[in-house]
């Protein structure tokens, strides 16, 4: 508990504990809370009709809380981050939430969330997790949310392609697409995406060549390539290209229709630890070594032949 000077509540904290049963309305007596952290707790039903006017922060994850998401939340006009992760919310998100514009992190990970992609948030949003929803349709007009830098949206029923516009995401550090129903193949203008340090694509049905050759040799922060059990074709980047992806520590493309020689720059790139390029089509031979910093090569159900590096 966080007090001002004249003992006015601020912030107030209950995480990891065991407190049973609903929130009660009478915490909105606390007229100057700012931060409310009750995450990872046994509390059910719903979100009360809170009337706080000072409230940056409401972190309710890791609870027992149920049915569709009130829509009186849209009161909370200073709220900035809203975390209700690990619930059983369901049904549609209410379309009064878009009145929160000053909210930047939203986390609505794993509950039974429905509907389409794109919902109606305001575009201030930095932090969007909606990952192990029920979300359907295509994820056209996720662009004009330029200020994101997390956007993890995995786990869901999405479908159509990665639309192209979705290089004027300058800003985005984590994009996550995993285990959805994309299809078709990557965007050139992935490679736009400067900033972007993770993008995992995995489990879907993608297809068609990685735009390697679009990201740009400088301002290349690419740290996990994540595909895993697509459909890609092509080959691996030639030596002289691959040599961009300095920063590069994960690369997975295991479970695709890779083909082609492994290039020789893969034993350069000074900070990778996994290769996984299992159960592709490539074939050649081993002729070089690999820096101290990898951990994991899996390269099983290839055409590679030659010594073990």
Same mark, same amino acid.
């Given at each position: 508990?966080?007090?001002?000077? /004249? %003992? %006015?509540?601020?912030?107030?904290?209950?995480?990891? !504990?065991?407190?049973?049963?609903?929130?009660?309305?009478?915490?909105?007596?606390?007229?100057?809370?700012?931060?409310?952290?009750?995450?990872?707790?046994?509390?059910?039903?719903?979100?009360?009709?809170?009337?706080?006017?000072?409230?940056?922060?409401?972190?309710?994850?890791?609870?027992?809380?149920?049915?569709?998401?009130?829509?009186?939340?849209?009161? $909370?006009?200073?709220?900035? +981050?809203?975390?209700?992760?690990?619930?059983?919310?369901?049904?549609?998100?209410?379309?009064?939430?878009?009145?929160?514009?000053? +909210?930047?992190?939203?986390?609505?990970?794993?509950?039974?969330?429905?509907?389409?992609?794109?919902?109606?948030?305001?575009?201030?949003?930095?932090?969007?997790?909606?990952?192990?929803?029920?979300?359907?349709?295509?994820?056209?007009?996720?662009?004009?949310?330029?200020?994101?830098?997390?956007?993890?949206?995995?786990?869901?029923?999405?479908?159509?392609?990665?639309?192209?516009?979705?290089?004027?995401?300058? !800003?985005?550090?984590?994009?996550?697409?995993?285990?959805?129903?994309?299809?078709?193949?990557?965007?050139?203008?992935?490679?736009?995406?400067? !900033?972007?340090?993770?993008?995992?694509?995995?489990?879907?049905? $993608?297809?068609?060549?990685? =735009?390697?050759?679009?990201?740009? =040799?400088? %301002?290349?922060?690419?740290?996990?390539?994540?595909?895993?059990?697509?459909? #890609?074709?092509?080959?691996?980047?030639?030596?002289?290209?691959? #040599?961009?992806?300095?920063?590069?520590?994960? #690369?997975?493309?295991?479970?695709?229709?890779?083909?082609? =020689?492994? =290039?020789?720059?893969?034993?350069?790139?000074?900070?990778?630890?996994?290769? &996984?390029?299992?159960?592709? /089509? +490539? &074939?050649?031979?081993?002729?070089?070594?690999?820096?101290?910093?990898?951990?994991?090569?899996?390269?099983?159900?290839?055409?590679?032949?030659?010594?073990?590096?």
């Amino acid at each position: 508990v966080l007090c001002t000077d /004249d %003992r %006015r509540v601020t912030s107030l904290s209950f995480v990891d !504990n065991r407190l049973l049963g609903k929130l009660p309305q009478e915490l909105s007596g606390l007229s100057d809370l700012e931060i409310l952290r009750l995450s990872n707790n046994l509390l059910t039903g719903t979100i009360p009709d809170f009337t706080f006017t000072k409230l940056r922060e409401l972190h309710l994850g890791e609870n027992r809380f149920e049915g569709a998401m009130p829509t009186y939340l849209s009161k $909370l006009s200073t709220l900035q +981050l809203l975390n209700v992760t690990y619930n059983q919310f369901s049904s549609t998100l209410p379309s009064e939430l878009a009145e929160l514009r000053n +909210l930047e992190t939203l986390e609505l990970a794993a509950n039974a969330i429905e509907g389409t992609f794109p919902l109606d948030f305001t575009q201030e949003l930095r932090r969007l997790d909606l990952a192990g929803n029920s979300l359907t349709g295509t994820i056209d007009g996720v662009e004009n949310y330029h200020n994101l830098e997390y956007l993890d949206l995995s786990s869901n029923f999405l479908s159509g392609t990665v639309p192209i516009n979705i290089g004027g995401l300058s !800003n985005l550090q984590v994009f996550r697409l995993a285990e959805n129903e994309f299809e078709d193949r990557l965007p050139s203008t992935l490679g736009f995406m400067t !900033n972007l340090q993770v993008f995992d694509a995995s489990n879907n049905l $993608l297809s068609g060549t990685f =735009p390697w050759l679009f990201f740009p =040799p400088s %301002r290349n922060s690419l740290a996990e390539l994540l595909l895993a059990r697509n459909a #890609i074709t092509g080959s691996l980047p030639a030596s002289n290209d691959l #040599i961009r992806f300095q920063n590069l520590e994960v #690369i997975d493309f295991g479970s695709n229709q890779l083909t082609g =020689p492994l =290039p020789v720059a893969l034993g350069s790139l000074p900070k990778l630890r996994i290769i &996984e390029l299992s159960a592709n /089509d +490539l &074939e050649g031979s081993f002729d070089f070594g690999f820096y101290g910093s990898l951990e994991t090569l899996s390269v099983s159900g290839n055409y590679l032949s030659g010594a073990i590096p």
